[in-house]
């Protein structure tokens, strides 16, 4: 049974830093995709950050240089660094989750369906 547990989301201010953790039990990270996502109220789910199994990583455009996902695998632990944070990441993060998905890139609105495990979801509020 896959289970994948967030954790690190919070308050912060504008310009604030905040890192998630994505920890995983019966999925190793090194199995196919995994990767970020996150849904503000009355928005659809969107795709912030993945990473593949080659460690290769992709990012939504509005992320850019501003948040980095990463891994480890000692710990079998994603995690997502979220630097200079704005007002519009405000939103419910999940780690998600896919054996033998190569994620080529794509951000498109319909990504999410790719993925077949997902966590609860950890809550960050960015305000002014």
């Known amino acids: 049974q896959v289970q994948l547990v967030e954790s690190g989301g919070g308050s912060v201010q504008v310009g604030g830093s905040l890192r998630l953790s994505c920890a995983a039990s019966g999925y190793t990270y090194s199995s196919g995709c995994t990767g970020w996502f996150r849904q503000a109220p009355g928005k659809e789910r969107e795709g912030v950050a993945t990473?593949?199994?080659?460690?290769?990583?992709s990012y939504v455009d509005s992320v850019k240089g501003r948040f980095t996902i990463s891994r480890d695998k000692a710990k079998n632990t994603l995690y997502l660094q979220m630097n200079s944070l704005k007002l519009e990441d405000t939103a419910m993060y999940y780690c998600?989750?896919?054996?033998?998905?190569?994620?080529?890139?794509?951000?498109?609105?319909?990504?999410?369906?790719?993925?077949?495990?997902w966590g609860q979801g950890t809550q960050v509020t960015v305000s002014s």
């Open positions: 990473i593949n199994s080659d460690g290769s990583t």
């Open positions: 998600a989750a896919a054996r033998g998905l190569y994620c080529g890139g794509s951000f498109s609105s319909l990504l999410y369906l790719a993925f077949t495990y």
